[in-house]
């Protein structure tokens, strides 16, 4: 199924293509697509973190295909996804309900990179980006535990969004004091 994410104020010339882009759309369809009332970019070990009934759903984005192959070869990528298909979680790290990785169309049609996911962990599901604005489920995840999450994971994505929230007034303050 198809989702278009609108992101306002950017024309699509404007458009720097890049991990932090798809991130902001990712999350964008996460929070308002998905009506995920706690979205998260980079909070903790994750690219991005949403919250849906109680349910830690976790998305990676990757946009090459060396960047989606770093996942077999390092060390800490490996022991996170043996600790996910074993629903082991570390005083650090919390194994999510689900798990998403968001990849660009073009890495969607090479059948490589979706070996290789499917190679990590076969549960987990493939969001694809196309033209940087439309968004494309096209193998939904299957949950890794059903247990809930822990109580102050909430309070610490809460945290988390209020500390982005004020460095993005200082940016906006900035630029409107360099004016």
């Known amino acids: 199924m198809k989702h278009r994410v609108k992101i306002f104020d950017i024309k699509q ?13 990712v999350a964008s369809f996460f929070r308002y697509n998905r009506q995920c009332k706690y979205t998260a970019i980079e909070f903790q070990r994750m690219d991005i973190c949403a919250i849906s009934n109680d349910n830690i759903i976790e998305i990676e984005c990757k946009i090459s295909k ?46 490589e990179c979706v070996n290789i996911i499917n190679s990590i962990n076969e549960k987990y599901g493939i969001i694809v980006v196309d033209d940087w604005l439309h968004i494309d489920i096209v193998k939904y995840a299957v949950k890794l535990h059903d247990k ?5 994971i909430k309070d610490n994505i809460s945290a988390r969004i209020s500390s982005d929230n004020i460095m993005q007034r200082i940016k906006h303050y900035k630029k409107k004091s360099e004016k």
Do not use: G
Not at 148 to 152: Q, R, S, Y
């Open 13 to 25: 010339d404007d458009m720097i293509v890049d991990s932090d882009y798809m991130k902001i759309i």
């Open 66 to 111: 060396n960047d989606l192959k770093h996942e077999l070869s390092s060390p800490t990528k490996k022991l996170k996804h043996y600790n996910y298909k074993n629903n082991h979680s570390t005083k650090y790290h919390v194994v999510p309900n689900s798990y998403y990785f968001a990849i660009p169309r073009e890495l969607y049609k090479d059948k």
């Open 148 to 152: 809930k999450i822990p109580a102050n």
